[in-house]
């Protein structure tokens, strides 16, 4: 699979239809962007190409979001086979569940709220005002400096 964002996209997608939650699009861009940054921090790469944008309502990676948009503030549902991520490491999927496990059980406006107090998407958005929308990217470095901090030494 060429766009990596989607393949992880899915995978929350999948463990979301298995635990019941609410999976909005709001909330999966949340997800994405966690675990861009805990990948970094983690395995010391990016789990997917596609740029984060410090949007208004959070980061997000503007593909994912527009796939997805048709389900607005609904639970998204998409059929999904498990085989799809064979390609995905143990360390990416550790990644992934632990995003998950710490990440999911929030609603997409408490983790907006979360992402809004954070370094990467305060300082990209720099002196814009709230409701001005915004391309700018969230440097994939900026990411793994701040969140590195936050691991207890």
């Known amino acids: 699979m060429k766009d990596r ?3 992880i996209a899915k995978y929350f997608i ?9 999976l909005t699009n709001k909330k999966l861009q949340k997800l994405l962007y966690y675990a861009q940054a805990w990948n970094l921090v983690f395995n010391n790469k990016k789990l997917f190409n596609n740029e984060i944008e410090a949007w208004i309502h959070g980061p997000a ?3 994912i979001y527009t796939r997805y948009k048709v389900f607005g503030f609904n639970n998204i549902e998409d059929k999904i086979d ?14 992934l569940d632990t995003v998950w496990e710490v990440y999911g ?12 107090s954070e370094e990467p ?3 990209t958005r720099n002196n814009l005002l ?5 391309t700018r990217v969230i440097p994939t470095a900026l990411m793994k400096a701040y969140y590195g901090r936050q691991i207890p030494k």
């Open 5 to 7: 964002a989607i393949l």
């Open 14 to 22: 999948f463990k979301n239809a298995k635990d019941k939650r609410n």
């Open 61 to 63: 990676v503007r593909s």
């Open 82 to 95: 498990e085989n799809e991520f064979k390609n995905l490491t143990k360390d990416e999927l550790r990644v």
């Open 105 to 116: 059980k929030y609603d997409a406006g408490y983790l907006e709220e979360l992402t809004h």
């Open 121 to 123: 998407w305060i300082k």
């Open 130 to 134: 709230p409701y001005e929308g915004s």
